[in-house]
């Protein structure tokens, strides 16, 4: 039985899990100026995938490179969500 598919799923939806956070924390501290810096990270990641011979390393580091991707449309969307005022502004009680 091979059980790689299910190792990578569940990175994949830890990795999720972790992101949600990030974008709320740095769109809080940081705005949206930010994006630049997930977009060097998404970069490095996915490069870094095509290095690692081990398919879960690989996998993992492709995930991690398109969760920061994700992330910038994200950063965006969470600076629409405060506007709403679904989540507080820095500075505000």
């Known amino acids: 039985m091979f059980i790689s598919g299910l190792i990578i799923g569940i990175i ?22 930010i994006w630049p810096f997930f977009l060097v990270l998404g970069i490095i990641f996915c490069i870094l995938s095509l290095f690692f011979e081990n398919t879960i390393i690989s996998s993992s580091c492709g995930i991690m490179g398109f969760c920061w991707f994700w992330s910038i449309n994200e950063l965006f969307q969470q600076k ?7 989540f507080p502004k820095k500075g505000t009680d």
């Open 12 to 33: 994949a939806f830890l990795f999720i899990g972790l992101f949600h956070p990030i974008v709320i924390y740095g769109e809080y501290h940081f705005g949206t100026k």
């Open 80 to 86: 629409k969500r405060v506007k709403r005022g679904w």
